[in-house]
């Protein structure tokens, strides 16, 4: 009798013991859909980096040659996260973009050399950056890894960048697009982006200090002027 109620003591105790550490486990364990998103994010940046590279080489216009860099820059520097964090994960990661995105490719490449290519490859990357957004947007919402959410959180601007450049197909790009850093949540893109918000700012700032300089001096002047005449 006494064996019986130690064992079910025993049972008791374990399955308390296993609630108690399980959310803590699972914080540091991608779950099903997080591992799935660091694939599938994965996929896209091998996807979106053979993209760029083909641009750069068949593109006819320099802003999508341009464009197609600035996506290789990128989609290189947070594909190098995605993968520190899913080794540190334990997550195992594609070798190679979808049988699907390798298609979407080998069509647009068949248009090369042409303006087609430009409009095909602005179509598809504008799509292709829009799915992402949406995908990292669920991620953030909600993702069970807190590690794997912070780097979508981290990726989302250099992403909506990315796509306000193609935005309904058409190329938006400057000719010397500055860095969005991945890994910083993207916070220094306005700072560095030509004619950005920052930019605006900062001239609009040194135009009021001109201005406020400039009326400061005549002042200035005037009442020298006038107790110039006084003493006279």
């Known amino acids: 009798m006494r064996s019986r109620q130690w064992a ?11 609630a108690t550490t399980g959310p803590a486990h699972a914080e540091s364990d991608p779950g099903v859909t997080d591992g799935a998103f660091l694939k599938t994010v994965h996929q896209g940046n091998l996807a979106e980096i053979e993209a760029g590279h083909d641009a750069q080489k068949n593109g006819t216009s320099a802003c999508v040659k341009n464009t197609g860099a600035i996506f290789v820059r990128d989609h290189t ?33 068949a248009k090369a050399g042409t303006r ?15 799915k992402t957004l949406g995908l990292i947007d669920q991620q953030i919402a909600s993702g069970r890894n807190a590690q794997i959410t912070a780097a979508a959180k981290a990726a989302r601007p250099v992403v909506a960048m990315h796509l306000a450049l193609v935005r309904g197909g058409v190329c938006h790009g400057q000719s010397s697009a500055r860095t969005v850093p991945a890994g910083d ?19 609009g700032a040194a135009a009021a200090g001109t201005l406020v300089a400039g009326a400061t001096v005549l002042f200035v002047r005037r009442r020298r002027t006038k107790a110039a005449s006084a003493r006279r």
């Open 8 to 18: 079910a003591a025993a049972v008791t105790a374990l399955a308390v013991a296993t």
């Open 77 to 109: 520097k947070l594909d190098g996260d995605v993968t520190a964090l899913a080794g540190k994960l334990k997550v195992s990661l594609p070798s190679a973009p979808t049988a699907e995105q390798k298609q979407q490719l080998m069509e647009i490449r």
């Open 116 to 130: 087609a290519y430009d409009g095909a490859w602005l179509s598809a990357q504008a799509e292709n950056h829009r």
């Open 185 to 203: 949540g993207g916070m220094a893109a306005g700072a560095g982006a030509p004619g950005g918000m920052t930019g605006a700012v900062a001239g």
